[in-house]
């Protein structure tokens, strides 16, 4: 919650987007991975202190069956 929402929406874009490229590297076809940063909007902690803030800098996955 530091920061302009906007900026905060990108970095959470750019995390995510980092980890596309990883699982790629690992094998993984680019196109059966989608990504979408969430920045701010879905905290697991108060941003009261850097060590919420740090645990909310997060990946989740979502694994589907096609």
Same mark, same amino acid.
């Given at each position: ?18 980890? $596309?490229?990883? *699982?790629?590297?690992? /094998?993984?076809?680019?196109? !059966? ?7 701010? $909007?879905?905290? *697991?902690?108060?941003? /009261?202190?850097?060590?919420? !803030? ?13």
């Amino acid at each position: 919650n530091i920061g302009k929402a906007e900026d905060l929406l990108q970095l959470s874009q750019e995390r995510a987007e980092a980890i $596309k490229i990883f *699982l790629s590297k690992k /094998g993984i076809a680019p196109d !059966r991975i989608a990504v979408v940063g969430l920045g701010p $909007k879905f905290p *697991l902690n108060d941003n /009261g202190s850097e060590e919420n !803030r740090s645990r909310n800098r997060r990946v989740e996955f979502i694994i589907t069956r096609l």
